[in-house]
């Protein structure tokens, strides 16, 4: 059972920046696909980022230039760098991870870490 813990969420002013992680129990593999999404009160849980194991990255049109994902395979975590946050970026931000064995799709949740950036 695959395990993820997110940290680094906090409180900053607009226009700050965070960086948060998502450490994995057990190894990244090249064909998973590490996601991070966020769901603000009210709203559906949206995508914000992937990075596989091999490195090729997508971000949501809303927070390209201005949330990098990257990874570190050698410590089985998943960095997202967030910067020029907007209160509209308040939210709690999960890790999840997509992994296919034996032909059959895992995906896989962290518990979420709260991002509040005041106006």
């Known amino acids: 059972q695959v395990q993820l813990v997110e940290s680094g969420g906090g409180l900053v002013q607009a226009g700050g920046s965070l960086r948060l992680s998502c450490a994995v129990s057990?190894?990244?593999?090249?064909?998973?696909?590490m996601g991070w999404y966020r769901q603000a009160p009210g709203k559906q849980r949206e995508l914000v980022a992937t990075?596989?194991?091999?490195?090729?990255?997508n971000y949501a049109d809303s927070m390209k230039g201005r949330f990098t994902i990257s990874g570190d395979n050698a410590k089985n975590t998943v960095y997202p760098q967030m910067n020029s946050l907007i209160p509209e970026d308040t939210g709690v931000y999960y890790c999840n991870m997509m992994r296919i064995e034996r032909f059959t799709q895992h995906v896989y949740w962290g518990q979420g870490t709260q991002v509040t950036v005041s106006a």
């Open positions: 990075i596989t194991g091999g490195g090729r990255t």
């Open positions: 057990g190894s990244i593999f090249s064909l998973d696909v």
